[in-house]
């Protein structure tokens, strides 16, 4: 009787065993946590590499072939809006503001490379030596040389309708545009003439006054030697009011010019013709009107509609157009307008003695200065873009103001080291091309000095 409970229980401890074995303990196994992957900080990339990357991935796929200003603006606005879309999708909750950074340029940044290339390898070269007005020194009578040269007369038109009243960085257009001419015409080469014309400074803008608004072209400051006195308390005689009599200014400032005279208008406007003047037919006249002028125009925070009518009107008065957006980029085509004084024909305007300033570097220091302005361009883009891309990602609450800022920094720390690199590479370019010039002009001392003996 005894034996016969042994087998049972040696049965349960059997299978007890069995179970013990197959069954899971009921600890499961952690799984290898995911590799993250690497970002390289922004804030930690060289100059070089920088300067090295191509287009952001997104913004790759919106650059327009079309080679104009509204085009890119536009592709710019649409890769922000497409980089928010694709952002939404990622988990971005712990991200830092470096990894912010690096999302960001990694799908909207814009690549230099190739016009670092341009800027480095520019070839100074001068084949031929050219005269200011183009044509070549050897095809010239060294006695024409001497000769006196030819009056400078410089009028300066300012759009005083009542859309300058706007804001730009805080201070509205009008005193930014003021700012600006006075500037300008402090630093004209001494015995140039200049003028200020106001246009659309009378009235309001409403259609009871579009008449009298329309009448109101004034000249402010007549044709005469730059006086700092005079000019200062002439442009303190006309606030922004009314219409735009664009076209009627341009005319104004042509009554102005001698017709045997070097001739030059600026114009700085916000907005097109609204007094039914037609701008383009009248920058026309001036080109016909007078053997040496251009008519320059600055588009001063322009719509799509100005900017394709005020590119218009400087392409038919033989001058430039160039459209600003903030306080910084007005300064720097204040500068550009300096430059292309200083560093060209306006030396030899100055002088009657062409020894002492032969300059044959104008061609050069005017392409120099298209391919600086192109990455300007490219710049102020890329910056627009980024901050369209922050503040919506601030709208979206994914990230918050005080990591809009932190992520602001490091952007504008690589900005500055791509400024920075861009900028020695025009300065080094504009030193090769006084280096060349020099050169040149020692050849043309020994030209005039066997013209003395």
Known sequence: MKKRWLFPLILVFILSGCQSEKQPTGKKEKAAPPQETKVEKVSSQTTEELIDQTNGEIYEKHISPDDNQNAARSASEDAADEYLEHIKKEDTEDWDAERWAASITENLRTGYKGKAGELENYDVVFDEIKLPDGRLLQDVELEELTEEQKEINIALLI????????????????????????????????????SLIAFGHKGTGSDSDKEMSCKAVESFYPMEEYDKGKFASALDGFDPKGWTPLASSILLANDQFPKDAQNFIYVVSDGIETCDGDPVEAAKKVKEDNTDVQVNIIGFDVDSKADDQLKNVARAGGGEYTSVKTKQELKDIETSWKDSISEGTWIWWKSGNFSDNIWTSVDHYNNLRELYSSYLTMRSLENDRFLDAVNALVNDELIDLDKKQEILAILDERNQKIKDYMSGLESEKKDEIKETSDDMKKKVDEIEKKFRD
Do not use: C, H, Q, T
């Open 159 to 194: 759009d005083s309708s009542g859309s300058m009243k706007a804001e730009v960085d805080g201070e509205s257009k009008m005193e930014l545009a003021k700012e600006s001419l006075e500037n300008f015409a402090g630093e004209l080469p001494e015995g140039a003439n200049v």
